[in-house]
Structures are given as structure tokens and as C-alpha cells.
């Protein structure tokens, strides 16, 4: 698919037959406190290019946002552009298939990650926007001090290689932790993808395939991590501790977490970091965020709304109106590299995007997996009970293997 925005022939004959402007209503949820300055000119952009065109933008919260498709649908007034991070079974039957339109190739240009969970068979439900990338943060002066160099992006050091080296580079610099990890799900969950693990298959009809040994034997390896080479408690609960707080000032040589804190570093770092390159087990593995838009075939500008989310998603301009100030990694591959304004955080993203593209499937459909939402909150839970000491990890997993199950029948009803 060429980046070059090309309307098809049939959209061009009705757009131009049209007597009046067609306003399409946009609904939006908001990432971040900018967003939604970002989002009304992006649109205000695509209108100044095709008057007749323009918007009617409803922001929404988040929070409950399925449940607002739900009676949106079933009042018959679903919008005709809405920003989404999932495509939950309910909703795709009113889900635009951007096939026809945009061919059969379209998804091929995005990120392959993010862009499974757009597919429905032979339908494409979905076109990705943006996305995000869990890895490591590095205090590249400490390792400097050292007299340790850091290896390029595509040589990652593996984890026993890195823990070694962060461990010396802290003991060099008088850095208190070798590490510190966001206590999330999410994170923890990447560690399991370094070493093969996985929760669900990638595609339907979706099953657990978390392997209770393997995963056990990863999880036992986190909490050595974990128990030396972190703050005391942090995954228990029993520490007050905050990572970013603890990176952001020089108390720690290296942070799990992932690109949107590329905005705080570059704003409030007083040392030279940077993005990566993220340690692995067997396999480099990141994990991929992101959203995703959708056009709804209730619509009466369905051929209109198609153009614009074309527009947003598969052109440059498009891609960088929405990414570039938000400090956001475009979902489309085959852009030019943006340029941020900052060296340090144009750097930053572009390798944040190289580790998503080494990055296995099940790094997105895990995470995009609608029954995941049912799943996020006992993996951290008994992830934080084997660090305090509550539990096994063979018990832990297979609370998790157990959750995740019950997911996938919750969310087939």
C-alpha cells in the first residue's frame, strides 16, 4: 500500500457530487492532557483541505467506553468515527469492513502487531493509529562510568548479561538499584513473553495456552530479580518507592517501562539516557499498546468517513499530525521517520518502534485480546502475593491461567 493519499475513483464521484458539506461525528477519548487540542486540529487540517468535510467532535471518558457503544448501538445512533483500543465481538456486525475501500492489502503498512487485532476473516474492522512500546529505560552516564558500552538495538544483551552489567554500573556511579520496574501487570507480563510465554493464542478460536511450568520457572526468575536487584518491596506493596522518581534521580541505573515516559525524560532528566535496548530471555519481545480507529457502517457518510480515517492512518501527514505532538510512535511503518523536535526523543521513539517490529505477534494479540480486560487485575495481584511471600508461583499462574479462562467464556457470552 503507497503512502501517498489516493482516494478510490467511487468516494471521489460521490464527494464531488455532493451539494452540501456531510459533518461527521467523531467521538474521542483523551490519552493525555493535550489530546485534545491535537485531535480538533488534526480535524480543523483535513477540513481546511476538503471543505466539505467537517466534524462534530464529542469527547468521552474512557472508562465504560464499550458500554457507550453497547447503547449507542442499540439506540441506532452509533457516530460515524469513533477512537477505540479494542473491537469487542458486540460491536463489530456495526463495524465499517475498510476492505472494499481501501483493498485487501491496506493492513499490511502498520505495525503486523496492532494490526491483527484490525482483522475480522476477510474484513478490515479497523485501521491502527498509534502506538506504544513497553521496554527498558537506560541511564546511559552510569553505564559510561563504568566503562561499560552499551550494545546497538538490534544486539541486545540477555537478561543474566544485562543484570551483570547494571548491577556493575551501579556499584560505579554510587547508584543505589541496578533496576526499577513499573508494578504493572503489563510490564510483568513482558517478562513472560521473553521467555516464550504467552496467555492466549493469537488467533480465534482463542485459547489459554499459558504453559504452567515455563511460566512458573519465568516467574520464579522475576522475583530473584526482583529480590536483588530492585528496591526491597517494590512488588510486594511493602514499599512506598516510585521508579520514575527513583530514575528520574540518578537512584537507579536502568526502568522498566515504556515510550510515553519519553516526554518526562526528555523534560526532566539531568542525564544522558536512552531507549533500549531491552534485555530478552529466549526471545526479544516488547509489548505493543495502542489505538485504533474504526468507522461504523450505520453511518450515511460512511464513504466520507473512510477517506479521513485513510487520511489519518496511511499518509504522512495524517500520521504526523496526530503523532508528532503527543510524543507518540505512528502505528504505520512505512512513514518517514517524524521528527519530534528533539534529538534525544526522535532517537528514543524510533528504537521504542524497532523492538516493537522484533516483537512477536503475541505481544499484541495478548494484550488486544478482548477477554484480557478480565485478567489484567489478577495477574498483578498474585504477581505481588508470590513477592510478598503469600503464595507460589505455580499457584500464581495458575490463578492466572484460571482467570484468563474464565475471560474467555465471559467474554463469548
Do not use: C
Not at 522518581?245 to 526532566?268: E, H, I, K, R, Y
Not at 533500549?276 to 468517513?305: I, K, L, R
Not at 485480546?369 to 499457584?395: L, T
Not at 484460571?402 to 475471560?407: F, L, Q, R, T, Y
Request: glycine share 6%; hydrophobic share 45%.
Amino acid at each position: 500500500m503507497k503512502l501517498q493519499y489516493a482516494l478510490t475513483t467511487g468516494i471521489l464521484a460521490i464527494m464531488a457530487g455532493q451539494a452540501s458539506a456531510s459533518e461527521l461525528d467523531v467521538m474521542w477519548y483523551l490519552s493525555s492532557d493535550t489530546e485534545e487540542q491535537v485531535i480538533k486540529d488534526v480535524l480543523a487540517t483535513y477540513t481546511e483541505a476538503h471543505p466539505e468535510t467537517t466534524f462534530n467532535l464529542q469527547i468521552v471518558p474512557y472508562d465504560g467506553i464499550d458500554n457507550r457503544f453497547a447503547q449507542l448501538a442499540s439506540a441506532g445512533s452509533l457516530p460515524d468515527i469513533s477512537k477505540t483500543s479494542s473491537m469487542r465481538p458486540f460491536i463489530r456486525p456495526f463495524l465499517t469492513d475498510l476492505a472494499p475501500t481501501l483493498g485487501a492489502d491496506f493492513l499490511d503498512q502498520f505495525n503486523q502487531g496492532l494490526a491483527a487485532g484490525a482483522k475480522l476473516g476477510d474484513q478490515i474492522i479497523a485501521a491502527p493509529l498509534d502506538l506504544t512500546a513497553i521496554g527498558m529505560l537506560l541511564n546511559v552516564d552510569a553505564f559510561k562510568e563504568a566503562g561499560i558500552e552499551i550494545p546497538p538495538i538490534d544486539q541486545p544483551w540477555t537478561w543474566d548479561e544485562f543484570l551483570a552489567n547494571a548491577k556493575e554500573a551501579s556499584e560505579a556511579a554510587g547508584i543505589r538499584y541496578p533496576l526499577v520496574w513499573d508494578v504493572s501487570a503489563s510490564r510483568w507480563l513482558t517478562f513472560e513473553f521473553q521467555y516464550g510465554n504467552h496467555l492466549f493464542s493469537e488467533e480465534e478460536p482463542y485459547e489459554v495456552v499459558f504453559d504452567q511450568d515455563k511460566a512458573t520457572a519465568t516467574l520464579d526468575k522475576f522475583i530473584e530479580i526482583a529480590d536483588g536487584y530492585m528496591p526491597a518491596g517494590l512488588f510486594s506493596g511493602s514499599s512506598s518507592d516510585n521508579p520514575k522518581s527513583l530514575f528520574l534521580n540518578n537512584q537507579a541505573v536502568a526502568w522498566m517501562s515504556g515510550s510515553w515516559q519519553v516526554p518526562s525524560l526528555a523534560a526532566d532528566a539531568d542525564f544522558t539516557w536512552s531507549a533500549g535496548p531491552t534485555p530478552y530471555g529466549t526471545v526479544q519481545s516488547s509489548m505493543v499498546g495502542g489505538d485504533y480507529v474504526v468507522g461504523f457502517n450505520t453511518s450515511e457518510h460512511a464513504d466520507e468517513a473512510t477517506a479521513f480515517i485513510e487520511w489519518l492512518t496511511a499518509t504522512e501527514e495524517g500520521q504526523s499530525a496526530f503523532n508528532k505532538p503527543l510524543f507518540l510512535i505512528p502505528a504505520n511503518l512505512d512513514i518517514p521517520a517524524i521528527d519530534y523536535g528533539d534529538a534525544t526523543v526522535s532517537e528514543a521513539l524510533q528504537r521504542f518502534q524497532a523492538e516493537l517490529t522484533e516483537s512477536p505477534v503475541y505481544a499484541a494479540t495478548d494484550q488486544g485480546n478482548p477477554a484480557m480486560q478480565y485478567v489484567w487485575d489478577p495477574i498483578i495481584q498474585s504477581v505481588n502475593q508470590v513477592a510478598a511471600g503469600q503464595i507460589s508461583s505455580a499457584d500464581a499462574i495458575a490463578k492466572i491461567r484460571k482467570a484468563a479462562e474464565d475471560a474467555l467464556a465471559a467474554d463469548a457470552q
